[in-house]
């Protein structure tokens, strides 16, 4: 221990060759003690050889872009019937999280954005499918205007933000509107029951949208600002 290089009472110099702090090693003290519990592990060269870069930031970026393609699946859910779109937000924000180590988004950020999601649904469930049911739309035909409603929001994403909203509405109204003709022939049922889908939901998008825009701005405050 009498070399300088080797020597952690130089803490200084220790930290210096170590391209990031060993974890549990924080300070002068810490490292003392360490040194008297293990000096057999601490006088192996390979003790102080600490990769450039750790293996989890491939993982990390993984994480990151699972949880954008949520986020975004989330926003074109805020305009599309029964597609939890603040369900898959907070799920895109919690793996987000997770691949950052918490470290800029921590539990109480997801707790809030939690609750956020749970009212969101439930006024969700509560219109759009109460309000097309009456209309006198079908399962099929709710099912198809969802699909729709992703692909419209997919198509017109090029648009940030406003093209995926229209796109998702548009394509919902779209899907609804020929599967109902499919199934009745009539252009004014199938007219009948997209009104009676428009209004139903208007209540429900707009506390949808509305919660879904307010996670996304805490997720890019927290994450970026």
């Known amino acids: 221990w009498k070399n300088k290089d080797t020597d952690l009472h130089g803490w200084s110099g ?12 924080k300070s002068a003290q ?10 057999f ?15 989890m930031t491939d993982y990390t970026l993984i994480f990151s872009g699972i949880g954008y393609i949520l986020i975004f699946l989330g926003l074109v859910g805020a305009v599309v019937p029964l597609l939890p779109g603040p369900a898959f937000i907070w799920l895109g924000v919690f793996i987000w999280a997770w691949g950052d180590g918490f470290a ?23 219109f759009s499918v109460i309000s097309s049911r009456k209309a006198g739309a079908g399962w099929l035909s709710i099912g198809v205007s969802i699909l729709t409603g992703i692909g419209g929001g997919i198509l017109l994403s090029f648009i940030p933000l406003v ?6 509405i548009g394509g919902a109204i779209a899907g ?20 009676g889908y428009i209004g139903g939901v208007l209540v429900s998008m707009a506390v949808e949208l ?15 600002v």
């Open 41 to 55: 592990l601490l006088s192996h060269p390979a003790f102080f050889i600490i990769p450039e870069s750790h293996p």
């Open 176 to 195: 609804l509107w020929y599967m109902e003709y499919r199934a009745k022939g009539d252009s004014a049922l199938a007219t009948q029951a997209v009104r």
């Open 210 to 224: 509305g919660a879904a825009l307010l996670m996304i701005l805490i997720f890019a405050w927290q994450a970026f």
């Open 30 to 39: 810490s490292a003392s003690s360490v040194k008297s519990a293990f000096p």
């Open 14 to 25: 220790f930290a210096r060759r170590c391209p990031e702090p060993v974890e549990g090693i």
């Open 104 to 126: 800029r988004i921590g539990w109480p950020t997801l707790l809030f954005l939690g609750i956020l999601t749970l009212i969101a649904w439930g006024v969700d469930i509560a």
């Open 163 to 168: 093209g995926s909203i229209l796109g998702a």
